[in-house]
């Protein structure tokens, strides 16, 4: 079955940039028809949508973080990496990688997660 787990620090400094990467077994990214995208949840609050990468490496991105994202595959290593610069401490979330059957901003349509990543924003 296709499994997902999130890597990368746990700690991030002000207007450092953040870098996680999603690494998928049981299935290859380029696999047609599947999305991989990133979600987080900041404490207190609901899961947000961040953007995803089609098999192809098409992006697409929450507009408000845009200017700020962006997530890029390594075919070789079947793993995909998210980059959001100038970090400040509202994006301190757990942060989730995860797959979509649909191309999808509704955190409710990916189907299979990874167990998350806490990222805290602090100097």
């Known amino acids: 079955q296709v499994q997902l787990q999130e890597s990368g620090p746990g700690l991030v400094k002000p207007s450092e940039t953040l870098s996680l990467t999603c690494t998928v077994s049981?299935?290859?990214?380029?696999?047609?028809?599947?999305?991989w995208g990133w979600l987080r949840q900041p404490p207190g609050k609901a899961l947000e949508w961040i953007g995803f990468t089609t098999n192809a490496g098409s992006t697409f991105y929450s507009p408000p973080l845009k200017s700020r994202t962006s997530i890029i595959m390594d075919t070789s290593k079947n793993q995909f990496t998210l980059q959001l610069t100038s970090v400040t401490p509202e994006d301190t979330a757990v942060y989730f990688c995860a797959k979509a059957p649909i191309a999808s901003m509704t955190p409710e349509e990916y189907d299979v997660r990874g167990q998350g990543t806490q990222v805290t924003v602090s100097s």
């Open positions: 049981g299935t290859s990214i380029t696999t047609f028809y599947y999305y």
